[in-house]
């Protein structure tokens, strides 16, 4: 069995500007070991959300290989890339992306549903992760009814609710004020450790970064690990 549950050999992305190439990844490696929780830290435009969206098998790259558990899922077609990110992958952005017009309840059942999971049992686990993160009270809001801090709490809910094995978060308290931002990351910290999932979480906050397991720099294209 691999050590790895995500792995990137040789990650290389380059898009074009008019007659410019402009060189954004150049030789990423790096791996995630199972219940491992990795800062990823950068300045802006140093393209950390162009990595995450290679890595979660939203952009393809021009160069290299990703493996997730040890399976090289490069070029899989998109059908197969569709199906490993609904079943593997877990995502939370910076702006929760919940349903508007969906409960948060409903918001939970969805992705299981997706995944063939029965409405009855989706129902159970979509309330028993709300209650985790506080939220039992609240699960038959709708969205716009729900704060900042509660949305994104949602989001975290959704992110690991298909028991994902990896989890990946850019900037997933950005929009949040310091109170919430902490609230949040230390429930998504206790999700990813209770559901033993791996998570890579770009962000500018460095405290937040400091807290987690390790903390990888990308830098002019590659990434080196901060002791």
């Given at each position: 069995m691999t050590e790895f549950r995500l792995e990137l050999r040789?990650?290389?992305?380059?898009?074009?500007?008019?007659?410019?190439?402009?060189?954004?990844?150049?030789?990423?490696?790096?791996?995630?070991?199972?219940?491992?929780?990795?800062?990823?830290?950068?300045?802006?435009?140093?393209?950390?959300?162009?990595?995450?969206?290679?890595?979660g098998l939203l952009d393809r790259c021009d160069g290299g290989r990703i493996f997730l558990d040890g399976r090289d899922v490069t070029r899989l077609s998109e059908r197969d890339r569709t199906l490993a990110r609904r079943g593997r992958i877990g995502f939370v952005y910076q702006y929760h992306h919940l349903l508007a017009d969906f409960s948060a309840l409903e918001n939970l059942v969805i992705p299981q549903r997706l995944n063939g999971v029965a409405r009855r049992e989706a129902r159970r686990v979509a309330r028993e992760l709300l209650s985790v993160v506080?939220?039992?009270?609240?699960?038959?809001?709708?969205?716009?009814?729900?704060?900042?801090?509660?949305?994104?709490?949602?989001?975290?809910?959704?992110?690991?609710?298909?028991?994902?094995?990896?989890?990946?978060?850019?900037?997933?308290?950005?929009?949040?004020?310091?109170?919430?931002?902490?609230?949040?990351?230390?429930?998504?910290?206790?999700?990813?450790?209770?559901?033993?999932?791996s998570a890579l979480v770009a962000t500018h906050n460095l405290e937040m970064a400091r807290r987690m397991d390790r903390v990888l720099v990308l830098k002019k294209g590659c990434v080196v690990e901060r002791n």
């Open positions: 040789g990650v290389e992305r380059r898009f074009r500007q008019g007659r410019v190439e402009v060189r954004v990844l150049s030789g990423v490696d790096f791996g995630l070991r199972a219940g491992e929780m990795t800062a990823l830290v950068g300045a802006s435009g140093s393209g950390k959300s162009t990595l995450l969206h290679i890595a506080g939220l039992g009270k609240r699960a038959g809001h709708r969205p716009g009814a729900l704060s900042g801090g509660e949305q994104q709490r949602v989001a975290l809910c959704r992110a690991i609710v298909s028991r994902p094995g990896l989890v990946l978060a850019d900037e997933p308290t950005g929009n949040l004020d310091s109170a919430a931002a902490g609230e949040v990351f230390s429930l998504l910290r206790t999700l990813v450790r209770s559901s033993g999932a």
